[in-house]
């Protein structure tokens, strides 16, 4: 569970970042990187740092659970 984890923080991060270019310099590093944003794997690694996302709001909600008891 923890390597999950360590993956799902990761590409959050990548996405954090990604989505920090693309506010600041209108610059989409993924759709850069792997043939615009409508493209299949850019597609898939959107689809993929959304649903870690969702993995790490479990995270936060699991290290609070450990602090409160």
Do not use: P, T
């Amino acid at each position: 569970m923890k390597i999950l984890d360590r993956i799902a923080l990761f590409l959050l991060i990548v996405g954090g970042v990604n989505w920090g270019l693309v506010g600041i310099f209108k610059f989409d590093l993924v759709a850069y990187l792997f043939g615009g944003s409508a493209g299949i794997i850019s597609r898939i690694i959107y689809v993929l740092v959304a649903l870690c996302a969702v993995w790490c709001v479990s995270l936060y909600f699991r290290n609070s659970r450990l602090i409160e008891e």
